[in-house]
């Protein structure tokens, strides 16, 4: 039996820590707006930051549920040989070497700074 691919995983903590930068900038420019007593700015960076937080929850709380279906095991479907015998289909979720080079950071950056905007 295998289990749900772990990459999932790998993709949820990339976004979650992609959140956390954004929210990290949204608080270093909310100090920099207190410390120029800029009350309606820093208003509003603190309302962004506070949005991108509990965006920031809501992803964690997905990625528990994905945790938990992630501990179900699955078999794969078989397949009938030739002779008529069931065969394992083999895992068509292996990633090829050139869809690996790719890095995720290229995908979730760009949905990450579209939601900020």
Do not use: C
Not at 24 to 31: I, P, Q, S, T, V
Not at 66 to 92: H, M, S, Y
Request: charged content about 35%.
């Amino acid at each position: 039996m295998d289990t749900i691919p772990s990459e999932v995983d790998d993709a949820f903590e990339i976004l979650i820590e992609e959140i956390e930068e954004v929210v990290n900038k949204y608080f270093e420019a909310l100090a920099a707006a207190g410390t120029e007593k800029n009350i309606h700015e820093a208003k509003i960076i603190l309302e962004r930051a506070e949005k991108l937080t509990e965006y920031r929850q809501k992803v964690s709380a997905i990625r528990r549920e994905w945790r938990a279906l992630e501990n179900v095991p699955v078999e794969p479907p078989l397949a009938q040989t030739k002779k008529g015998e069931p065969e394992q289909i083999q895992d068509v979720h292996r990633k090829t070497e050139e869809g690996a080079a790719h890095s995720r950071r290229k995908v979730y950056v760009p949905i990450l700074e579209s939601l900020t905007n």
